[in-house]
């Protein structure tokens, strides 16, 4: 047969099959027929490439590799919505829309409200031709190449004589909880950190820069709206069953209703049901049906007034506290955990307990903070407590059962006064909530810690290594401290392997360094060598001198050297740097230990100081003043507007305090800090009226 027909078939019959599997749930081949015609069309691509079409199903699979992705600005801006907990607000809500539309009668269109990553997708004469993230909502990240890969989502649009030649179509990609949980399991047999939870999951997968990575953890994406230049529906309703025929996965959950009483008992119905659900929710979106009634509604600056989410309050369950371990972090800080199972599991095993359910997840550890917080909470071991998942990531006890204190034994916890991992002496600052361990110089979680936090992305980003590699490493005696990952070489990482206890299931995993492992991890510590001083700087882990700090300091002392020979009074004259940081500063660098691995890291070749422009000064109309950016401008992006503010003397905060002069506020800013603001008397500025102070 014609190489050309042959593709044109094959193509035609996977996108067939694809579409049966994944939008009917119906699988009229075997998985191992549907590879192998897979295999087919890759092989005649291979050698036909001019034959090869953008909407190939073999597109699915993914393989490119994007290094950088392009920032792409939204033909429609991708705004956000107000946000309810109430029934209340959105009986408040249903008024304001009442009275926009002056009397007439309109229905609302309720949806589920995924917990993902939102996403828009371009099409040009029904081909899919653009993926895009949300960004900051006027301008995103592109990513088709892995967005292609998503099983459910049409690469070609043939059906239906309404569809307008160039449309966007939106959604929320997701995870689903099984590719949730296969991937953690995955990553941690490689000793890498897991994802708290599917939405931090999904986000990063679509920013994979290897697309075929992106297809092996099988996302998906409901598609919920419709947008073109053109009229071709009269309704919300219209678009989505309109959408369903042409292919889209649209979520079945949506429902049409005719009041706001008909949106609460939706509300009411899909509480307890959305735990039924293969992938994560947190709450309800509500639009206005009419698309011509939105229009007359239209929006404010960062939102749409004719539609509102209603959030679900945190999922909170009971819980028995079945012990207390303590962990130590790098800065030799001692936090108490709670070790937790359900109810029905109090005499199992603790390693055969699968936890509490919570919002999608197993709930089996949530952290205590202190000694206060375990003071303050009156917790004993056996109590049954309450949990619930702070912002639907973080577990949390909030309180305690004390009726059935009585029913089952319990005991009093009492926080340790050595270290539980070298036996020091625990100490406590006057003014500090928390213990810490002062051997700062033998204590393993604070060595392997300090390595660990120098590997972080927003450090050296050595994303080649994680916990699990890096306590190998330590065991073996090959690093003790950051510098010495740069002394590390292919014959004596080669063939290095552990295998480290699972405390939480009683497994064992094993991290094995193969030939792949070693050439990644010496690439990713080349690779490291370029990354910017500030990165540097905050990689050193000073205590108190987080990212933004770190980048304050680079940017005043310009050099390690400078820094490290700065005084307290050299150093608290930077701006937002005060007496604790200056002091944390100076005390890091008169340990002998900390300046010979800083001189280490130097002779390794890092970067140790900026090569960033000094500041061209254009006025000092703006002198003594004090700003804090927020939201999206027409005329400058964030880095720019910084930027022009202390070229002309004024200087940039972190966050919204009394001791802020002007908020600058553009489209889409964060509602608290707006709220922050005002009750601060903080005076708030546009963009426009921004310009007009320098021209003054």
Not at 144 to 155: C, D
Not at 376 to 393: A, H, P
Not at 516 to 527: M, P, Q, S, Y
Request: proline residues 4%; charged residues 30%; contains cysteine.
């Amino acid at each position: 047969m014609n190489p050309e027909l042959q593709i044109r078939e094959l193509s035609e019959k996977l996108e067939y099959y694809n579409k049966r599997y994944y939008q009917d749930n119906v699988s009229e081949i075997s998985d191992f027929d549907f590879d192998q015609m897979m295999k087919k069309l890759q092989e005649l691509e291979k050698l036909h490439p001019e034959l090869r079409q953008i909407d190939s199903p073999t597109q699915r699979v993914g393989g490119a590799v994007t290094k950088n992705f392009n920032t792409i600005t939204h033909r429609y801006p991708m705004l956000s919505l107000d946000n309810t907990y109430n029934e209340q607000e959105l009986r408040l809500f249903d008024e304001r829309v009442r009275k926009g539309l002056d009397g007439e009668e309109y229905e609302y269109i309720c949806e589920l409200k995924f917990d993902g990553i939102s996403l828009s997708f371009t099409y040009e004469n029904g081909v899919l031709v653009r993926g895009v993230t949300r960004g900051d909502g006027t301008r995103g990240d592109e990513i088709t190449n892995n967005v292609k890969t998503i099983r459910s989502l049409p690469l070609r649009v043939s059906s239906g004589e309404s569809i307008p030649p160039v449309f966007e179509v939106r959604g929320e990609g997701f995870m689903p909880f099984s590719s949730f949980q296969r991937l953690n399991d995955e990553m941690e047999t490689l000793g890498e950190n897991q994802y708290a939870n599917p939405r931090n999951a999904a986000s990063g997968s679509f920013k994979l820069q290897d697309s075929a990575e992106t297809a092996r953890r099988t996302l998906d994406c409901y598609l919920y709206s419709f947008l073109s230049d053109q009229t071709v529906f009269e309704s919300h309703e219209e678009s989505l069953l309109a959408l369903k025929a042409w292919g889209f996965n649209v979520s079945p959950g949506w429902k049409k209703v005719q009041s706001i009483d008909q949106v609460i008992e939706y509300i009411h119905e899909w509480e307890e049901k959305r735990a039924t659900l293969p992938l994560a929710t947190d709450g309800i979106v509500i639009k206005v049906n009419s698309l011509e009634q939105q229009r007359e509604l239209g929006f404010t600056a960062k939102s749409p007034r004719w539609a509102i989410s209603f959030k679900y309050k945190a999922e909170n369950k009971p819980a028995i506290l079945r012990s207390v371990h303590y962990q130590v972090g790098r800065t030799g800080a001692v936090t108490p955990v709670a070790n937790l199972c359900a109810e029905s599991e109090r005499t199992l095993p603790y390693n055969k307990v699968k936890g509490v359910h919570l919002s999608g997840t197993n709930v089996k550890r949530a952290t205590l903070h202190n000694a206060n917080e375990l003071e303050r909470l009156g917790l004993q071991l056996g109590d049954t407590v309450f949990v619930e998942k702070s912002g639907e990531i973080i577990p949390k006890i909030t309180g305690v059962d004390v009726s059935k204190r009585g029913l089952f034994q319990t005991e009093p916890i009492e926080f340790p006064k050595n270290c539980p991992e070298c036996g020091s002496e625990l100490m406590r600052n006057e003014g500090e909530v928390a213990f810490f361990c002062p051997n700062d110089s033998e204590c393993p979680p604070q060595l392997k810690g300090r390595i660990e936090h120098f590997i972080h992305r927003k450090a050296m980003n050595i994303d080649s290594l994680g916990e699990g590699k890096i306590e190998l490493l330590f065991d073996q005696k090959l690093v003790r401290t950051p510098a010495d990952l740069y002394d590390l070489s292919h014959d004596r990482l080669l063939g290095l392997e552990k295998s480290i206890l699972n405390e939480e299931t009683g497994k064992f995993k094993k991290i094995s360094f193969r030939e792949k492992t070693v050439d990644n991890i010496l690439k990713g510590l080349e690779l490291s060598r370029s990354a910017p001083f500030k990165n540097v700087l905050f990689g050193l882990g000073i205590r108190f001198v987080g990212a933004t700090v770190a980048d304050k300091l680079a940017a005043y002392f310009k050099s390690i050297d400078n820094l490290r020979k700065a005084t307290y009074e050299e150093l608290v004259a930077v701006p937002e740097i005060g007496g604790r940081i200056a002091q944390s500063v100076i005390d890091y660098f008169a340990q002998p230990g900390n300046q010979h691995m800083v001189d280490k890291l130097e002779r390794a070749g890092l970067q140790m100081a900026t090569d960033e422009k000094p500041v061209v000064m254009e006025s000092n109309v703006l002198e003594g003043k004090t700003f804090v950016i927020s939201g999206v401008f027409e005329n400058f992006d964030r880095d720019e507007l910084k930027e022009k503010i202390e070229a002309n003397g004024g200087r940039m905060l972190s966050g919204v305090s009394g001791k802020l002069n002007y908020l600058l506020a553009g489209a889409n800013m964060g509602p608290s800090k707006l709220e922050k603001a005002r009750k601060l008397g903080v005076t708030i500025i546009s963009e426009e009226e921004f310009l007009l102070m320098i021209e003054e």
